[in-house]
């Protein structure tokens, strides 16, 4: 966590770092600085260093500030979206010839990234299963600059044990990145795990809302953070001032909400694992899930995502979805609203046909806060 921040916990950090009074008016929330430049005192004579708001804004700049203190690291960056944060890291970390690991079961965005736009660039990658730190270890090439992780995984759940495999890249010289977005900082912080690089789609829990759609990286390495600033200047995807403000009005209730998202995802992964219809549930807070005990290591609770899969396949998962009222049918995840969706057709669509596909038979929950009663009633008629 940053110095004024590093004694305090995680609920009084969410709420203060990079809040600090509006030395103008006292105002106790930053205010939305929806402007593009600045006057300058003489030229070169910046007030406070904002010149030009792809650069730096006093809104943005107070989100950055809040991040990097969540996650204990030492810089935080705001973009437009999670991809954005990723395409920006992936150009500042790899060139051409360069190598990176990315996991078997992955967002299919970041996916598509690398499939479809990065390789182009000739960025070579290979997929492994990181739930298994040696099938890391088996995919490293000379080459390798990056390992890429991301647990809980989307939408299958899947654990990686962060800190074996931050072993594993460190000894090959190879950078680990992880994606936190299904986690959350309140429920892991994957640089104190020994990962370089943290990503966030603010879009998810960060926003929280169902309003925003924003990303993050965060790192500890202070070289790193500016070759990184440097990126987010030079290609422009930054976080409006807007979007800045929503992502640190929802980051004040992150704790409070991610608690009561992770207590309705048990009680309702209680009732489908006794479900007659329902073949698997996949969630890390089961004892009979394979990861099961890294992430209790790993993790301060296990969080509102949870998959299963039903029997009669894809037509039957399809209808699951479409029955479900409460449960909104959409894609996206970790606001206050519950939602469903089937990733086959949806979220994952575009990893069909390749080592990431999903099962067809598979329904993803993003589990909200409204009452878990209520909640477990509509899954029971949808489940018919
Ligand atoms: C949504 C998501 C992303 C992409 O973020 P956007 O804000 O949609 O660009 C990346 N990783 C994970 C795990 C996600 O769920």
């Known amino acids: 966590m940053s110095d004024s921040h590093s004694s305090q916990n995680f609920e009084t950090v969410a709420i203060h770092a990079g809040n600090t009074a509006d030395p103008l008016t006292g105002a106790v929330v930053p205010p939305i600085y929806q402007v593009s430049t600045y006057k300058q005192d003489g030229v070169g004579g910046l007030r406070g260093g904002y010149e030009y708001s792809r650069s730096a804004n006093p809104t943005r700049t107070a989100l950055e500030e809040n991040l990097a203190a969540l996650e204990g690291g030492r810089r935080g960056l705001a973009f437009a979206s999670g991809l954005a944060a990723e395409d920006c890291l992936l150009r500042t970390l790899l060139g051409p010839g360069d190598h990176v690991v990315i996991p078997n079961d992955a967002y299919g965005g970041t996916f598509r990234l690398f499939a479809k736009v990065v390789s182009r660039w000739g960025v070579e990658w290979s997929v492994a299963d990181t739930s298994d730190p ?29 800190e074996a495999v931050a072993q594993i890249a460190r000894e090959a010289g190879a950078k680990l990145v992880v994606d936190n977005t299904f986690a959350s900082p309140y429920l892991q912080q994957p640089l104190a795990l020994g990962a370089d690089v943290v990503v966030h789609s603010m879009t998810k829990y960060m926003g929280g809302h169902s309003d925003v759609v924003g990303g993050a990286l965060v790192v500890n390495d202070a070289e790193l953070g500016e070759e990184l600033a440097f990126h987010q200047n030079a290609m422009g995807a930054v976080a409006g001032p807007f979007d800045s403000w929503l992502v640190l009005r929802g980051i004040k209730t992150l704790a409070v909400r991610m608690d009561r998202h992770s207590e309705n995802a048990e009680r309702v992964v209680e009732m489908l694992t006794r479900h007659a219809r329902v073949t698997k549930v996949l969630y890390p807070g089961l004892a009979s899930h394979p990861g099961h005990e890294v992430a209790a290591k790993q993790m301060k609770s296990f969080g509102g995502m949870v998959s299963f899969q039903v029997e009669g396949g894809e037509e039957a998962a399809v209808a699951v979805c479409d029955r479900a009222r409460l449960f909104t049918l959409g894609e996206s995840l970790g606001g206050v609203e519950s939602l469903i969706e089937h990733p086959g057709r949806m979220t994952h669509a575009s990893v069909a046909g390749s080592a990431l596909e999903v099962p067809a038979d598979l329904v993803r929950l993003s589990v909200g806060i409204e009452s878990a009663d209520d909640l477990l009633a509509d899954l029971q008629q949808a489940l018919g």
């Open 134 to 162: 040696e099938s890391v270890r088996a995919a490293l090439t000379p080459r390798t600059k990056a390992v890429w992780v991301e647990t809980p995984s989307n939408p299958l759940l899947g654990i990686t044990d962060i």
